[in-house]
């Protein structure tokens, strides 16, 4: 048989040669061998330069003109990036010709009758390639297809569906094939630009109709002109520059190579040193099997002496704890015995001084004059009372807080006064119970700037809450809204005080007439109930803190109790409450308790306050009497079960309460605060003898021209 060799001319070189049956005149292709494919390197390099993109869709250009202007024409069926191989200078070259067919076409001509079935790969395929009528576009459709995939690296094979339903004409729609690779022509427009040559290419190769299609030798003619406008590598080095960056790449290949052969080297010494690593490790393992006999036949020793060991270690820890046990009682007692010492002293001192004092002032006047200093034993307290104020509503069992020159009242059982028809006044609450409703969710601002107090009254979410300031913010917990169940919110006022917002967690315990108290950047919510009554008293203590947002429970109260009085005095928590057991109110025993230094604790560790035992002080003078902080000491005002006007003092030095003062109308349930700014102790509402509320405010400062 007999065999006619032809090549491709210069410009086909992508088709390097071929043979030609004599009889049949049936080509056979000759190719050089190839070790990688375009669609390998897409994979293999994600970030190829374009003018190497550019190179190569070129060569593939060469071969399809190559093919297509055979006479009879050849149409290759499969181009797919798979079937373009690259050789080591990056030229292109068709391959795999298995699926082409010698049409009965001549050049130029662009369909004709097939018979072969559907041709080549899916995804590459035209729609003309399910019928048995096409030609060469065919294999320009592969083509764009094969310039989409090269230019983004990006297998375009997720396609859209080729119909749609349009839902508003209830139609079915056929969509292009430039629609259906919508997705992946986004990002070509996007990396080299809709005006670009090569996105103009590929829409016209993968235009449904085949004729509008642009034929092998138009797209040659478009790839030349893109790679006219490219700066190939190295144009612009002349010969002694190529001939230098030659041999600097030989000399690095050389350098590389040397290192490779060294590294062999090193492997092989790597290799020996294994080797006889295992050796040792096999005799280790020999010495570790001898070993551990001999270690069997210690252990029965050994455990022996390790169980002497942990009996004597036991003995030796409850000595030392017995040891730490006696050193801590001996430190309490003589912490003990050094206050007691301290305390005895301070008041031998006073009483020294004023013995003298008056002494001297008795031979200076004939007559004794008092101490500029405090008589210890009368302990009365140089109130002078200003002015009886009226107020707009009544407050009893309500709190009072300080906010600059503002105190705010409110979270009790507030009260309007009734009115007859004629506009006169009458003493008592309103009996309204619409109006009642509405009292309770009050609140009374008090400013004391200016000429005497100004009241306004703001409205509360809730009523019978709970109420502080910490960062001069009004915040109020807990309360019951109106036809709803005991709230766990925490609100706050805004600065315009007129809205209430909810920047903090609520209370992980819901609570009616609990009460709080402000300290730095912690909300101490204390007490309450779980309920809208009386009858499902908590001593939960819980504190919020404002900064980090977190809650945190601490020692609960000895007993369970309904709006306790709460004053802070040297970071020193006091509460008064009553006793769940001495329930109904008419045998109330209120016993006032404290936290010592439990704020600060929790400021340096929160789990700390959770720790702290709270201690039971002597009874106050009058029952459940409404505590307050003045000039740094702790005050008892009114009581709560009968109307009272005894003022108390609390002496820590002697543990005792002292009547210092008295308020100029009996109250009981009142409120009352310290307002630094003009040094006054203010006293609101309450109830009389007559458990009518008291519509009135009592202002005091200290009396300076007192001695």
């Known amino acids: 048989m007999q065999f006619a060799l032809g090549t491709s001319s210069s410009a086909h070189r992508p088709v390097p040669g071929y043979l030609l049956l004599p009889r049949s005149r049936l080509p056979v292709l000759v190719m050089e061998r190839l070790h990688t494919s375009?669609?390998?390197?897409?994979?293999?390099?994600?970030?190829?330069?374009?003018h190497v993109k550019l190179s190569i869709l070129h060569d593939v250009t060469k071969g399809l003109v190559f093919l297509h202007t055979r006479n009879p024409v050849i149409v290759h069926r499969d181009l797919t990036a798979r079937n373009v191989l690259l050789d080591a200078a990056m030229t292109a070259k068709i391959a795999d010709l298995g699926n082409s067919r010698i049409t009965n076409l001549r050049p130029g001509q662009l369909a004709g009758t097939m018979t072969m079935g559907i041709p080549g790969t899916l995804v590459y395929m035209p729609p003309e390639a399910s019928t048995d009528h096409y030609g060469p576009p065919l294999d320009m459709f592969s083509f764009g297809h094969l310039c989409l995939f090269t230019a983004t690296q990006v297998f375009p094979g997720d396609l859209l569906p080729s119909t749609y339903t349009d839902p508003r004409k209830n139609k079915v729609k056929a969509r292009t094939e430039l629609e259906r690779r919508e997705s992946y022509m986004s990002p070509l427009e996007a990396t080299l630009g809709k005006t670009h040559g090569l996105v103009s290419l590929v829409k016209g190769c993968l235009e449904n109709d085949p004729r509008r299609r642009p034929?092998?030798?138009?797209a040659l003619d478009r790839m030349r002109d893109m790679m006219a406008g490219l700066r190939p590598p190295f144009l612009h080095m002349n010969r002694f520059q190529l001939e230098k960056?030659?041999?600097?790449?030989?000399a690095e290949a050389d350098t590389q190579a040397r290192e490779i052969a060294d590294n062999r080297r090193r492997l092989q010494h790597l290799n020996q040193g294994i080797e006889e690593l295992r050796s040792k490790k096999a005799e280790l393992?020999?010495?570790?099997?001898?070993?551990?006999r001999e270690k069997a036949g210690l252990q029965a020793v050994t455990d022996l002496q390790a169980r002497e060991i942990a009996d004597n270690r036991k003995r030796l820890q409850d000595i030392n704890q017995a040891i730490e046990e006696l050193r801590s009682k001996k430190a309490e007692l003589e912490k003990e015995v050094e206050v007691t010492a301290r305390e005895k002293a301070e008041l031998q001192a006073v009483t020294e001084?004023?013995?003298?004092?008056?002494?001297?002032?008795?031979?200076?006047?004939?007559?004794?004059k008092a101490s500029k200093f405090p008589d210890i034993l009368k302990c009365q307290l140089p109130l002078k009372w200003k002015t009886t104020t009226e107020m707009p509503m009544g407050a009893m069992v309500a709190q009072a807080v300080v906010i600059g020159e503002k105190v705010y009242i409110g979270g009790g059982m507030m009260a309007v006064k009734k009115?007859?028809?004629?506009?006169?006044?009458?003493v008592g609450g309103s009996t309204d119970r619409e109006e009642k409703k509405r009292a309770q969710l009050s609140i009374l601002e008090c400013s004391m700037t200016?000429?005497?107090?100004?009241?306004?009254?703001?409205?509360?979410p809730t009523g019978g809450f709970a109420m502080a300031a910490v960062d001069n913010q009004l915040i109020i917990a807990g309360g019951v809204v109106p036809g709803a169940n005991v709230s766990d919110h925490v609100s706050v006022l805004d600065s315009d005080n007129k809205t209430w917002t909810q920047p903090f967690p609520a209370m992980p315990t819901v609570r009616f007439m609990p009460s709080a108290i402000g300290y730095k950047r912690w909300l101490v919510v204390v007490g309450g109930s779980v309920t809208p009554d009386d009858k499902n008293l908590i001593n939960v203590v819980e504190v919020l803190d404002t900064s980090s947002k977190q809650w945190y429970t601490a020692s609960p109260l000895p007993r369970p109790t309904l709006r306790p009085s709460l004053a802070i005095i040297q970071d020193t928590l006091y509460t008064s409450y009553v006793s769940a057991e001495e329930i109904p109110f008419t045998k109330q025993i209120f016993i006032p308790t404290l936290i010592s230094n439990a704020i600060s604790c929790a400021q340096a560790s929160p789990n700390n306050l959770t720790q702290t035992e709270w201690q039971e002080l002597p009874d106050t003078l009058t029952p459940f009497p409404a505590l307050t902080s003045f000039h740094g000491h702790l005050l008892a005002v009114g009581a709560d079960d009968s109307p009272s006007s005894t003022i108390a003092m609390y002496l820590p030095h002697i543990q005792q309460w002292q009547k210092v003062a008295e308020l100029p109308t009996p109250r009981g349930g009142c409120a009352c605060c310290f307002l630094p700014a003009t040094k006054q102790l203010l006293v609101f509402g309450g109830e009389d003898e007559?458990?009518?509320?008291?519509?009135?405010?009592?202002?005091?400062?200290?009396?300076?021209?007192?001695n």
Not at 419 to 426: D, P, T
């Open 419 to 426: 009115v007859r028809g004629s506009g006169e006044r009458v």
């Open 215 to 218: 034929t092998a030798s138009q």
């Open 690 to 706: 007559n458990q009518d509320h008291i519509f009135t405010m009592d202002i005091c400062e200290l009396d300076t021209e007192h």
């Open 353 to 368: 001084l004023q013995a003298v004092e008056i002494e001297d002032l008795s031979k200076q006047s004939g007559k004794p």
């Open 245 to 250: 960056t030659l041999t600097d790449k030989s």
């Open 38 to 50: 375009l669609d390998d390197m897409l994979e293999q390099y994600p970030d190829i330069p374009l």
């Open 285 to 292: 393992e020999t010495e570790a099997e001898v070993a551990a």
């Open 450 to 460: 200016g000429e005497g107090p100004q009241w306004r009254t703001i409205v509360a």
